[in-house]
């Protein structure tokens, strides 16, 4: 048993055989997972799939009800979830900073002294700093770690998770994010959403260069499929020109990740910059692009950064092939 600093207690991984010989890791550590949406779902459905005792919370009940048949419990609020569970961890995936705040608010008298709340939703870093001083006060630890990897990272277990988090906490839940992907704590509390968004700097501007690319191959008189397949072969190389460059070529632009999504993270990347106290130019034309996409196309993948461009060079389209869009 690792017993925490507070008295809650924290089981190491046990080990059985199930019927068909393999071998799976259980543990007696409750959670209470807030928030069954496009990714938590998933990252929930990994946790239960270790092994995990989880409790289900959403606002909307029967996205999370659709866990029960996978040995989830449901919840009809996120105290109940807390509440009812004796949760010694609170993992939260909600859509912005305000709704984390409001729901840690909410269930912050059912907390155990000494439990940990693990916020894997993108915020502010501000608002994970101050998540951490609240839940300080009250005895209760707080990680904010932030993923990578979108839908598919989440359903593979693949997502990278980037923790801020003080040492013993994290050292406490590495194995149980480690059911959910690749953890590595960063720094200290705030740093987690941090390093997200350099992340998502990074996914944001090299989407829009991937559609740039393509864009001129197109318009230059070359095969933009047979250029990205070339392209593939050298430097260019990335998991972007993979995936979303083949959406750009399918003109498929259902949701992995949402253009709402990458144009908050684009908004908070500011907020982070000034902050620091540096410039970034490029920053700032990437969240131009992303703020132009937010009325038309919210729910759309964040490849859609395609359609901006190609409403800046009118006559212009990669392809002729219909754009698929959430209805």
């Not at 993923?147 to 693949?158: F, H, K, L």
């Not at 260069?209 to 499929?225: N, W």
Request: glycine fraction near 10%; include cysteine.
């Amino acid at each position: 048993m690792i017993r925490l600093q507070y008295g809650c207690e924290f089981s190491a991984h046990k080990w059985h055989t199930n019927k068909d010989n393999r071998v799976k890791p259980v543990s007696d550590t409750s959670i209470a997972f807030l928030g069954i949406g496009l990714m938590g779902k998933p990252m929930a459905q990994r946790l239960l799939a270790a092994g995990y005792s989880l409790t289900a919370w959403n606002r909307t009940y029967a996205k999370a009800s659709v866990l029960a048949e996978q040995g989830a419990s449901v919840a009809q609020t996120a105290v109940d979830a807390v509440q009812n569970s004796a949760a010694k961890v609170v993992i939260t995936m909600l859509e912005d900073g305000n709704a984390v705040t409001a729901v840690i608010r909410d269930i912050l008298p059912a907390l155990q002294k000494g439990s940990i709340v693990i916020d894997m939703s993108s915020i502010q870093q501000a608002q994970a700093q101050d998540l951490h001083a609240l839940l300080q006060q009250h005895d209760v630890h707080f990680i904010d770690a932030p993923v990578s990897g979108g839908v598919i990272g989440a359903e593979a277990g693949t997502l990278a998770i980037m923790a801020g988090a003080d040492e013993q906490a994290y050292r406490q839940v590495e194995v149980l994010l480690g059911a959910m992907g690749k953890p590595l704590r960063v720094g200290g509390p705030g740093t987690g959403q941090l390093a997200k968004l350099c992340n998502q700097l990074i996914v944001g501007a090299t989407i829009n260069i991937v559609a740039e690319a393509l864009l001129l191959a197109q318009a230059g008189g070359a095969d933009p499929a047979a250029v990205r397949q070339a392209l593939r072969g050298g430097f260019a190389e990335s998991r972007i020109l993979e995936v979303h460059g083949q959406r750009m070529l399918d003109r498929s632009f259902m949701p992995g990740g949402q253009v709402k999504s990458q144009a908050k993270d684009m908004e908070n990347i500011q907020l982070a910059a000034q902050g620091a106290g540096v410039d970034l130019p490029i920053t700032m034309l990437v969240t131009e692009v992303y703020r132009s996409l937010l009325p038309v196309h919210p729910h759309a993948d964040h490849s859609a950064a395609l359609l901006a461009l190609e409403q800046r060079n009118p006559g212009k389209r990669l392809g002729d092939q219909a754009d698929v869009l959430p209805g």
